[in-house]
């Protein structure tokens, strides 16, 4: 308090201002041009119905449903609208999470109490976490933070996807949980769900399906030529699934469900302690105060959507990406990863043209930034088995996606035009010293090459450092 300029009080118009200033530096979370991080429904209605119960539950605290039994009363009705549309029963059971990470996080942690309590010599044992390379790094994280060791089955180079019998072969006796993703966040493909569940469910693995992202959307994504393959609570030895409410279910940021097929394995997720002089605590998920805001929106969004709601949006989404699709088969030097089921696409350079040909994603992703689209540079990656996954440019697709569907394939085309040829972006050592100095650069593309060369052991320190520095203490 003794360095900084005096602390005194500002008119509700400047720190408005200012917000608003700061807020127009930002990639616009409206309007399709982010083609990662937010899900535009397109829908200024929901928008506005989100706004208005953030507004009336902000100040409510989710800590305690049996003070603020509102929030007991909204959680009970958004967890009935995922079971159903989450293929659940009257016995599946769950939680309202702040996001994807939470909801993985605590299935992990309720697989591992389930597996500790099942034999008293696993007290204090520690678990495997067995995954595919494309799970989502929330898993990692849970594994990090719940002491369990992570077993990365690698998946196949061309569909992305692990060979099922692969996955079972590394579940064991130390095995708590098995993750399949419906789809995997990368590559946007669906995972064997029904054959690990099934296989799992035979050697006593508890399965999560990782349908973070494909939840609110892969429901009404299939047709009567192309459905969906099973993947939901609807498949036998699914025990758990995580679905995220700010993604495709349009709810503001701060909103998913994990659900569980039966009660035990929900009340694992729970903490619960008396050992205070306090009121008694339990808590469901990982927070203690919460807002009851993002629940509130989260709901009344759901509902002001409905089936058809859902059904259409669904619908503007995949015919966007169909588009999308079209196009980067029709673009030289550029090739799909897999065959995604869903609305996420990963560009590579296609390999089986002559160097001159190709079309590196990472300068695909800078030359798209040029021309107004964010895509998201995706790196390559060494699996278990020494193959390696492809770097990508990954592209998720909206609802609103649609509306600008032929501005972005025309933007894409002439980007993909910009770079086709140029030597792959390549890694510069002296970049690291550099981008703590001076931030991160406009292009990014040596950035994601150098992050992509470096050994892990020395990227994730780097990693810390530069987010850390970026929100380091300003006046
Ligand atoms: C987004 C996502 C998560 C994690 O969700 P957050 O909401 O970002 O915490 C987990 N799995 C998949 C497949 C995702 O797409």
């Known amino acids: 308090m003794t360095t900084s300029p005096r602390w005194t009080a500002r008119t509700p118009d400047d720190v408005l201002g200012v917000l608003a200033d700061l807020r127009r530096a930002d990639p616009p979370t409206h309007g399709g ?51 159903q549309v989450l293929g659940g029963d009257e016995g599946t059971v769950g939680s ?97 769900v029904a054959q690990v569940a099934a296989g799992a469910a035979e050697r006593g693995v508890a399965c999560h399906v990782d349908a973070c992202i494909g939840g609110w959307v892969l429901p009404w994504w299939g047709s009567a030529e192309s459905p969906v393959p099973p993947w939901d609570l609807r498949v036998e030895g699914v025990t758990s699934i995580s679905a995220d409410l700010h993604k495709y279910g349009f709810a503001p940021k701060g909103a998913s ?28 998920t990982v927070l203690g105060s919460r807002s009851a805001g993002g629940l509130a929106a989260a709901w009344a969004v759901l509902e002001s959507v409905g089936e058809d709601g859902m059904a259409d949006l669904v ?61 998201q540079a995706q790196p390559a990656l060494v699996q278990g088995d020494g193959s390696s996954l492809p770097r990508t440019a990954h592209l998720t ?32 050592p002296g970049l690291a010293q550099a981008v703590l100095t001076d931030g991160l650069p406009e292009d990014l593309a040596t950035v994601m090459a150098t992050l992509e060369a470096l050994p892990p052991d020395v990227v994730r320190p780097l990693l810390v450092e530069v987010l850390a520095r970026a929100s380091a203490p300003t006046a």
């Open 257 to 284: 469900v994990v659900l569980y097929r039966d009660a035990a394995r929900h009340r694992a997720q729970f903490f619960a302690t008396t050992a205070w002089p306090g009121y008694p605590v339990v808590n469901p």
């Open 315 to 375: 619908a503007a989404t995949r015919s966007a990406t169909a588009t999308l699709r079209a196009v980067v088969d029709a673009t030289p030097g550029v090739r799909l990863v897999g065959d995604p089921t869903g609305p996420l696409l990963a560009v590579a350079a296609d390999d089986a043209l002559d160097a001159d040909r190709r079309v590196d994603p990472f300068l695909l992703v800078d030359a798209l930034r040029r021309r107004g689209w964010l895509a």
């Open 96 to 192: 309202v999470t702040t996001g994807g990470t939470e909801s993985c996080l605590l299935a992990v942690k309720s697989a591992r109490d389930v597996w500790r309590a099942a034999d008293p010599s696993r007290v204090h044992a520690r678990p495997t976490l067995v995954l595919p390379t494309t799970a989502h790094p929330a898993f990692h994280k849970a594994a990090a933070y719940l002491d369990l060791d992570v077993v990365a089955v690698p998946v196949d180079t061309v569909r992305g996807t692990p060979d099922a019998q692969a996955v079972l072969r590394a579940l064991d006796e130390r095995t708590a949980l098995v993750v399949v993703s419906a789809p995997s966040y990368p590559f946007g493909v669906v995972d064997p």
């Open 33 to 83: 041009r982010v083609l990662s991080y937010v899900y535009d429904s397109g829908r200024a209605d929901l928008d506005a119905v989100a706004a208005r119960a953030v507004e009336l539950f902000l100040p409510v605290n989710g800590l305690d449903p049996t003070t603020f039994t509102s929030v007991a009363a909204l959680e009970g009705r958004v967890v009935a609208r995922a079971r």
């Open 397 to 428: 697709v909206t609802p609103v996606t649609l509306r600008v569907v032929d501005d972005l394939g025309a933007a894409f085309r002439a980007a993909a035009d910009d770079v086709r040829g140029l030597p792959p972006a390549a890694p510069d």
